[in-house]
Nanobody, 114 residues
Framework: VQLQASGGGSVQSGGSLRLSCVAS????????MGWYRQAPGKLREMVAI???????SYADSVKGRFTISRDNAENMVYLQMDSLKPEDTAVYYC?????????WGNGTLVTVSS
């Protein structure tokens, strides 16, 4: 499985960004896809995840500001990030869990300036 993420960048506080990730699998689809992030000096943390049944889970720090969505047919997952804060600055990683295991994409840097 290969995951390719895109959409990071630099924005000012209060701005928005949309991350995209596509998973390339031989067959089937991941049962869970989502986003994690890692800020400098901190551990990687879950941001938002979604199952194929569209059950979602969000970190408390992003609830009401970030929205995860999936295109199951295309094995894609998106993260709409609104009302961004400087503390959202991190490298964001796409994640997928399938019958074959857990997979990580390349990181995409999100920088939010005050």
């Amino acid at each position: 499985v290969q995951l390719q993420a895109s959409g990071g960048g630099s924005v000012q506080s209060g701005g928005s960004l949309r991350l995209s990730c596509v998973a390339s699998l031989r067959s089937g689809r991941p049962d869970v896809m989502g986003w994690y992030r890692q800020a400098p000096g901190k551990l990687r943390e879950m941001v938002a995840i979604m199952s194929t049944g569209r059950i979602t889970s969000y970190a408390d720090s992003v609830k009401g500001r970030f929205t995860i969505s999936r295109d199951n047919a295309e094995n894609m997952v998106y993260l709409q990030m609104d009302s961004l804060k400087p503390e959202d600055t991190a490298v964001y990683y796409c994640h997928a869990r399938s019958i074959g295991g857990n997979y990580w994409g390349n990181g995409t840097l999100v920088t939010v300036s005050s």
